[in-house]
């Protein structure tokens, strides 16, 4: 994340200098003052996952992860906000994950409900973020004595994390 903020920072930075305002939002926030600061856990002032939908740069799996065609849901996200005249993508209004399920199938902590993301939906619509959270801090602590851990089964299991850049199914359904 920091790596993110830097290069979030200096697309701000660059943006201004080419004459138009710009703001970069970091790309998470400590967690211990996060829920006191914008209300329940695990959440931020600017969901860059929304941005990125609203960019066309891909949907919310059924993990509640973003999802693009090329990286599948390997991606970190930050975000910058500018009024600098860019091309625009049409917006992505709803999940394309089809009938898979395998990340909902393979969770260790049953976090994943299986439910399609459509614009509006809440995160906790699709995945109970505490289960998943406390599953994978108790996987570390078992493997490596450490905690704020993530657990990456359901980017391990995704159809779209092993997509070839060429290939260009709608759906993870075939």
């Known amino acids: 994340n920091a790596r993110l903020n830097q290069i979030a920072a200096k697309v701000e930075a660059w943006i201004r200098r080419q004459g138009y305002r710009a703001q970069a939002v970091v790309a998470t926030v400590a967690s211990e003052g996060l829920d006191q600061e914008f209300g329940p856990p695990l959440t931020a002032p600017v969901q ?43 917006p992505i209004e709803y999940g394309q994950c089809g009938k898979c399920e395998r990340c909902r199938d393979a969770c260790p902590a049953q976090a994943i409900t299986g439910d399609m993301w459509l614009v509006g939906v809440a995160r906790e619509a699709l995945v109970d973020v505490e289960a998943c959270r406390q599953r994978a801090e108790q996987l570390l602590m078992e493997r490596v004595g450490q905690q704020q851990a993530v657990c990456g089964v359901c980017v391990a299991v995704c159809p779209f994390s092993g997509r070839p850049a060429g290939r260009t199914e709608t759906s993870a359904d075939g």
């Open 48 to 90: 860059h996952k929304t941005v990125a939908t609203r960019a066309g740069l891909g949907w919310i799996g059924k993990n509640a992860l973003l999802i693009t065609r090329k990286y599948g849901p390997r991606v970190r996200l930050t975000s910058v906000f500018t009024d600098m005249p860019l091309p625009a993508a049409t």
